[in-house]
Every structure is written in structure tokens, then in C-alpha cells.
């Protein structure tokens, strides 16, 4: 196995990094976190970097070595992430990059990518089919630059685990989100080199655990197909190098579900301000349901990427304030006659419990015909008893139930 040159990577980003061209990202210590978790819990902000996400670290070295080697043209498939860091990585260095996304790519990311310079090309309905199209455009002079299967790329992204240990050199705990694995590749390999005590701790989407499959399967695996909110970590197979630096230098793969994702975006957005997408903050979901136990130790999670569709976000932290009872569902059967809705709805106002949707059940055929269901969609202070609401409305003369209502970690 070939050892990245980490020193020269980390010398050549450190240079860009004096310039204002990439960023030396923040290592932030989340009170909050530390007081769940019971230890000491940074949080590596590459949701702040250049790009959106670590991507042009890789993209940056890798570009910089193989320019040496003759190339001025590279050429690569990504609907994301990836796709970015590479044009950026050429518009700093003056050469050209094609990118070859997936027809069904957001346009967002695609006008993104185009205006850091590169060439889009827009192939097929998957990241696969994108990359078989990107294979076929590759000439002589081209350089095919992968997201992740590259001994360039992976000491690119190894100057994230550089930069903890300069940050705190004592280090117990890195937690890292995997995909390809070039991410997670680099950091352990950085940070095991100048701290072998250290745990390195993978996590996959629970809808995407082609790593995590892999190691306990003993073998590289391929998943059917992926299903998750984390599409930057929706890979379906490993790399051959990143696998051979995973199963060296990383010591356990562990698995959130979109749920858990969820949660963590909401709780980085609230308590941090910090905007994750669902790859970059499946990390903190690992530590948020002690999956990764942290207890008495110094843990840094890190936040890779903050590129999240707008609409996503929205659904995403809607769903996550359902699971955590911030917004109730209250359903009754009132009678079907005027006044009988701003009634309740004034019991409601009473318990500073805003309505942000409401709508009637008519059309039940169980539903007794001079009655109707009505359902009222609310944001509840987060230290409300709705039990007590559900009280008031009984003393107005109106039955109502709770309807989904969750809390971090079930029902």
C-alpha cells in the first residue's frame, strides 16, 4: 500500500490556506454536545470551506501533482461535492475541468459548478452512468480525477486529521463520515501517524453501508442501489485504496438512519448555527445516539460538507421538530357548524401554541355527518405541557389527541 505524501499535501493546501484560497477550517468545542455525550466534543467545520465542503483539498493536491506530471486537462464524474471542489481546484490552478453530472443533478449544483469554471457535461440518470460517460471522454492528455479512489486525493483530505492534531494534540476520539472512503482514509492516516492511541470511528448512512458491509463481509462490496437524505455519502462501492487504509487504520463502522440525520442537522442548525448536509452531519448523529461512545474523552466530529438543497432542509428540519415534539398534530371531532374552529384554535393562543396549518376531515364515511375532523398543525414552546393544552380544550367542550409526536430516539 503506497503512502500518501501527506507533509508536501499539507505544505501545498497551507500555502493556498495563507492566500484566503482555502480555508483553515474552525475546530469549535460544542458545549451542548460535550453536556449530552459526557466528554469533550469538538466539531472540524469543513461545512465552512471553500466550496461548501473538504472536497477541494483532494482535488486541489491531486490537480497540483498531476499537473506536474504533464497534465492540463482533468476530466470527472460527481453530482456534488466533488463536482465543485474540482472546478474551483482548476480555476486556481489555470487548467480545464470537465465534469460529467447525472441529467437528474439539482441545477443549483449544476450553475455552481459551471460558475467555478468547469465544463458540465449532463449523462444518464445515476452517478455510475456519469462515470461510465466521464470514462469514454478520457484522452491521452486528459486526467481522470476520482472522488475518492486516489493516493492524491486521499493526502489532500488527510490535512483535515493534520490540522486536529495541531489543534489538540490530545486527541482521543475522531468521528468521520464515510462514503468512498477517501475522506476518512486521509484523517486516520493523519491522525493515527501522530497519535496511534487515537480511535478512528467511521459512520455510513444506515441506506448506504457499502463500508460497513465490506469489513464484516471481508470483501469489497456493491450495493443494489442506496436510499438516503445523505447523498454525499450515497456510495454504493468502496475504493480499493481506501479500503486497504480502512481496514488499517480505522477501528469500527457504525450506522445512522435518515431519522438520526435528521436530528443532527437540526441540532447543528439550532444549537451551533451551523448548516450541515445530511453526509456532513451524520458524524454528530453518531455521537447524539452514543453510538460512538465519547465519555470522558476528547472527541472531534467532523462536519464535512454544508451543501443542502434549500426544500430538503426545510422537510428535514420539520420532520426532525415532529420527532422532538417541537411541532404537534392536534386531531378532534367538533361539530361542523361556524365558530367551532376559532374556538379551538383559541384555546390553543392561550398556551402560546402557534397554528402553521390547519385542515378538515369531511369525507371519513365513519365520521357522523354533523361533525368533522379537524386537524390543527402547531409549533409548541419547547418547554410546553400539551397535556395541559389538551385540558383546555376538554374544559371547552372539545376532544382532542395528540397525533405524531416523537421524541430523539423513538416514538
Same mark, same amino acid.
Given at each position: 500500500?503506497?503512502?500518501?505524501?501527506?507533509?508536501?499535501?499539507?505544505?501545498?493546501?497551507?500555502?493556498?490556506?495563507?492566500?484566503?484560497?482555502?480555508?483553515?477550517?474552525?475546530?469549535?468545542?460544542?458545549?451542548?454536545?460535550?453536556?449530552?455525550?459526557?466528554?469533550?466534543?469538538?466539531?472540524?467545520?469543513?461545512?465552512?470551506?471553500?466550496?461548501?465542503?473538504?472536497?477541494?483539498?483532494?482535488?486541489?493536491?491531486?490537480?497540483?501533482?498531476?499537473?506536474?506530471?504533464?497534465?492540463?486537462?482533468?476530466?470527472?464524474?460527481?453530482?456534488?461535492?466533488?463536482?465543485?471542489?474540482?472546478?474551483?481546484?482548476?480555476?486556481?490552478?489555470?487548467?480545464?475541468?470537465?465534469?460529467?453530472?447525472?441529467?437528474?443533478?439539482?441545477?443549483?449544483?449544476?450553475?455552481?459548478?459551471?460558475?467555478?469554471?468547469?465544463?458540465?457535461?449532463?449523462?444518464?440518470?445515476?452517478?455510475?452512468?456519469?462515470?461510465?460517460?466521464?470514462?469514454?471522454?478520457?484522452?491521452?492528455?486528459?486526467?481522470?480525477?476520482?472522488?475518492?479512489?486516489?493516493?492524491?486525493?486521499?493526502?489532500?483530505?488527510?490535512?483535515?486529521?493534520?490540522?486536529?492534531?495541531?489543534?489538540?494534540?490530545?486527541?482521543?476520539?475522531?468521528?468521520?463520515?464515510?462514503?468512498?472512503?477517501?475522506?476518512?482514509?486521509?484523517?486516520?492516516?493523519?491522525?493515527?501517524?501522530?497519535?496511534?492511541?487515537?480511535?478512528?470511528?467511521?459512520?455510513?448512512?444506515?441506506?448506504?453501508?457499502?463500508?460497513?458491509?465490506?469489513?464484516?463481509?471481508?470483501?469489497?462490496?456493491?450495493?443494489?442501489?442506496?436510499?438516503?437524505?445523505?447523498?454525499?455519502?450515497?456510495?454504493?462501492?468502496?475504493?480499493?485504496?481506501?479500503?486497504?487504509?480502512?481496514?488499517?487504520?480505522?477501528?469500527?463502522?457504525?450506522?445512522?438512519?435518515?431519522?438520526?440525520?435528521?436530528?443532527?442537522?437540526? %441540532?447543528?442548525? #439550532?444549537?451551533?448555527?451551523?448548516?450541515?448536509?445530511? &453526509?456532513? =452531519? +451524520? *458524524? /454528530?448523529? !453518531?455521537?447524539?445516539?452514543?453510538?460512538?461512545?465519547?465519555?470522558?474523552?476528547?472527541?472531534?466530529?467532523?462536519?464535512?460538507?454544508?451543501?443542502?438543497?434549500?426544500?430538503?432542509?426545510?422537510?428535514?428540519?420539520?420532520?426532525?421538530?415532529?420527532?422532538?415534539?417541537?411541532?404537534?398534530? %392536534?386531531?378532534? #371531532?367538533?361539530?361542523?357548524?361556524?365558530?367551532?374552529? &376559532?374556538? =379551538? +384554535? *383559541? /384555546?390553543? !393562543?392561550?398556551?402560546?401554541?402557534?397554528?402553521?396549518?390547519?385542515?378538515?376531515?369531511?369525507?371519513?364515511?365513519?365520521?357522523?355527518?354533523?361533525?368533522?375532523?379537524?386537524?390543527?398543525?402547531?409549533?409548541?414552546?419547547?418547554?410546553?405541557?400539551?397535556?395541559?393544552?389538551?385540558?383546555?380544550?376538554?374544559?371547552?367542550?372539545?376532544?382532542?389527541?395528540?397525533?405524531?409526536?416523537? =421524541?430523539?430516539?423513538?416514538?
Amino acid at each position: 500500500m503506497s503512502e500518501p505524501p501527506l507533509e508536501e499535501a499539507a505544505k501545498i493546501i497551507g500555502e493556498q490556506q495563507r492566500r484566503g484560497l482555502i480555508h483553515r477550517t474552525p475546530l469549535l468545542r460544542s458545549e451542548s454536545l460535550s453536556r449530552l455525550q459526557g466528554g469533550e466534543v469538538y466539531l472540524k467545520l469543513e461545512a465552512l470551506q471553500k466550496t461548501g465542503s473538504f472536497k477541494i483539498r483532494g482535488a486541489y493536491y491531486a490537480m497540483y501533482k498531476y499537473i506536474q506530471e504533464g497534465f492540463r486537462k482533468f476530466i470527472t464524474a460527481s453530482a456534488g461535492n466533488h463536482a465543485q471542489g474540482v472546478a474551483y481546484a482548476a480555476q486556481l490552478h489555470g487548467v480545464k475541468a470537465v465534469v460529467v453530472m447525472p441529467s437528474t443533478t439539482p441545477w443549483l449544483k449544476v450553475k455552481k459548478t459551471m460558475d467555478y469554471g468547469a465544463e458540465v457535461v449532463l449523462h444518464g440518470e445515476s452517478y455510475y452512468e456519469a462515470e461510465k460517460k466521464a470514462l469514454e471522454l478520457v484522452t491521452p492528455d486528459t486526467k481522470f480525477l476520482h472522488a475518492y479512489n486516489d493516493i492524491y486525493v486521499i493526502a489532500g483530505q488527510g490535512t483535515i486529521g493534520v490540522e486536529v492534531v495541531e489543534d489538540l494534540g490530545d486527541v482521543d476520539v475522531v468521528v468521520v463520515p464515510i462514503g468512498g472512503g477517501g475522506l476518512i482514509s486521509g484523517i486516520a492516516y493523519a491522525v493515527k501517524r501522530a497519535r496511534p492511541s487515537a480511535k478512528i470511528y467511521g459512520v455510513q448512512a444506515a441506506g448506504a453501508p457499502s463500508v460497513y458491509r465490506s469489513l464484516r463481509e471481508g470483501r469489497i462490496v456493491t450495493l443494489d442501489r442506496v436510499d438516503t437524505i445523505a447523498d454525499g455519502i450515497a456510495v454504493k462501492r468502496p475504493g480499493e485504496i481506501t479500503m486497504e487504509f480502512i481496514e488499517r487504520y480505522v477501528d469500527d463502522v457504525v450506522l445512522v438512519d435518515d431519522n438520526e440525520i435528521a436530528d443532527a442537522i437540526y %441540532f447543528l442548525a #439550532e444549537r451551533t448555527r451551523v448548516i450541515a448536509e445530511g &453526509a456532513g =452531519a +451524520a *458524524s /454528530v448523529a !453518531a455521537l447524539m445516539t452514543g453510538k460512538v461512545d465519547v465519555r470522558g474523552r476528547k472527541a472531534v466530529a467532523v462536519v464535512s460538507g454544508g451543501n443542502i438543497d434549500a426544500t430538503i432542509l426545510v422537510r428535514v428540519l420539520n420532520k426532525a421538530m415532529a420527532r422532538q415534539g417541537r411541532i404537534v398534530k %392536534f386531531v378532534g #371531532e367538533v361539530p361542523d357548524r361556524p365558530g367551532m374552529l &376559532a374556538a =379551538a +384554535a *383559541s /384555546v390553543l !393562543a392561550e398556551h402560546g401554541v402557534n397554528v402553521i396549518d390547519v385542515y378538515h376531515e369531511r369525507y371519513d364515511p365513519h365520521q357522523r355527518p354533523n361533525y368533522v375532523e379537524l386537524v390543527f398543525v402547531t409549533e409548541v414552546p419547547g418547554n410546553l405541557d400539551v397535556g395541559r393544552v389538551l385540558r383546555g380544550l376538554e374544559e371547552r367542550g372539545f376532544k382532542f389527541k395528540i397525533s405524531q409526536v416523537f =421524541a430523539i430516539g423513538g416514538r
